[in-house]
């Protein structure tokens, strides 16, 4: 296919770092998520700290997930496309 009908990716993430750079933001908000575990009924302040950061993930994941996915798409055959698709679907799993 000509580059002129490919997504621009930049329009999601600059580079290949700034997307790992989120990837691994997701990761870190998924453990502070994890830490909420037997205590949201606790105080309102612990329901609402954790919903807050989880907001903050989804926010995040989205983006991952669209930049994965059309990675993907764009060329299904292509390992590097299907390692990041992969890698993304863990994340989500994970969430």
Do not use: P
Not at 15 to 32: P, Q, R
Not at 56 to 67: G, H, S
């Amino acid at each position: 296919m000509q580059e002129k009908y490919n997504w621009n990716f930049k329009d999601i993430f600059e580079n290949e770092e700034k997307f790992n750079e989120d990837k691994n933001e997701i990761k870190e908000l998924i453990e502070k998520i994890k830490s909420y575990q037997g205590k949201l009924c606790d105080n309102s302040d612990n329901l609402y700290q954790c919903y807050s950061i989880y907001e903050r993930t989804l926010e995040i994941f989205e983006k991952v997930y669209a930049y994965g996915m059309l990675k993907y798409h764009l060329d299904m055959s292509n390992q590097e496309g299907i390692r990041i698709y992969k890698e993304v679907e863990a994340i989500r799993n994970r969430i």
